[in-house]
């Protein structure tokens, strides 16, 4: 009878430590292998798995795989910076000052563009002649009023300022012969040919002298093509000059000053 208690009780530990021990082996990690990913070990907050899942990692190939669509951060401004700029009032260039005293920067209006007015404001070409006065030499280039209503004054499209070589004629890009050591480039919209069906063709002087100029020597004409024309002064120095929009009649005055700035 005792043996049988003891077997009894025997058996009673036994079997409570076989399963123990059989839970204990499903839930050991005795040959798994654990990472920890970079954000746990710098004492981020949040800890992600350093292994994807693999829909996860078909998801981000995809996304690598697709070419990259990049936006431009803004391009209004470029395309304004690159859009010509038309002042909307134009400074009144018919009594313009003369300063002598230092040599003059480039006198830009419009150009290469046309002047806002459209083409009706270039005007055809009637004479040219040169001058001296007290303390400049002017040159002169007049128009023949436009027919176009509302149009007052000459072309006010020019780029006028002193270069280094003599200028280049228009059309056939040959060098205008012109006397000096420095050189006035005029570039504007106007016409020496007709721009109808009327036969109009410039017949005034190419080359114009004038006897008491001190510094501009002579101007010349070089030419017109599609609107756009160019004369040459051929000057001993570089100095100030202005420029002056006349009316009536049209004309472009450009005064050279004959003194030299010390």
């Known amino acids: 009878?005792?043996?049988?208690?003891?077997?009894?009780?025997?058996?009673?530990?036994?079997?409570?430590?076989a399963t123990f021990l059989?839970?204990?082996?499903?839930?050991?990690?005795?040959?798994?292998?654990f990472t920890v990913s970079d954000q746990a070990l710098n004492g981020n907050e949040t800890v992600t798995a350093s292994s994807s899942s693999p829909s996860q990692s078909t998801d981000q190939e995809e996304k690598e795989s697709q070419p990259q669509v990049i936006i431009p951060e803004n391009t209004t401004q470029q395309d304004e910076t690159d859009a010509q700029i038309v002042p909307e009032a134009k400074e009144n260039k018919e009594n313009a000052e003369l300063d002598c005293e230092v040599v003059a920067a480039p006198d830009v209006s419009y150009?290469?563009?046309?002047?806002?007015?459209?083409?009706s404001q270039n005007l055809m070409m009637l004479d040219a002649r040169l001058g001296a006065h007290f303390d400049f030499d002017r040159f002169?280039?007049?128009?023949?009023?436009?027919?176009?209503?509302?149009?007052?004054?000459?072309?006010?499209?020019?780029?006028?300022q002193?270069?280094?070589?003599?200028?280049?004629?228009?059309?056939n890009g040959q060098v205008i012969q012109v006397e000096g050591t420095q050189y006035l480039e005029i570039q504007l919209h106007a016409y020496a040919y007709s721009r109808t069906e009327a036969v109009y063709e410039y017949a005034g002087?190419?080359?114009v002298r004038a006897i008491g100029t001190l510094n501009v020597i002579e101007a010349v004409f070089g030419g017109e093509v599609e609107g756009k024309m160019v004369?040459?002064?051929?000057?001993?120095?570089?100095?100030?000059?202005?420029?002056?929009?006349?009316?009536?009649?049209?004309?472009?005055?450009?005064?050279?000053c004959t003194s030299v700035p010390t």
């Open 162 to 171: 002193w270069i280094s070589q003599p200028p280049i004629k228009f059309g």
């Open 22 to 33: 059989v839970l204990f082996a499903a839930c050991s990690t005795g040959g798994m292998d």
């Open 111 to 119: 150009w290469p563009n046309r002047s806002p007015r459209g083409e």
């Open 205 to 207: 002087p190419t080359k």
């Open 1 to 17: 009878m005792i043996k049988r208690i003891q077997s009894l009780l025997s058996l009673s530990i036994v079997v409570p430590l």
């Open 231 to 256: 004369w040459a002064i051929g000057a001993n120095n570089r100095t100030g000059f202005r420029v002056l929009e006349i009316s009536d009649p049209p004309r472009l005055v450009i005064d050279v």
């Open 140 to 160: 002169v280039i007049e128009f023949e009023p436009n027919p176009v209503g509302g149009i007052e004054g000459p072309p006010d499209s020019y780029s006028i």
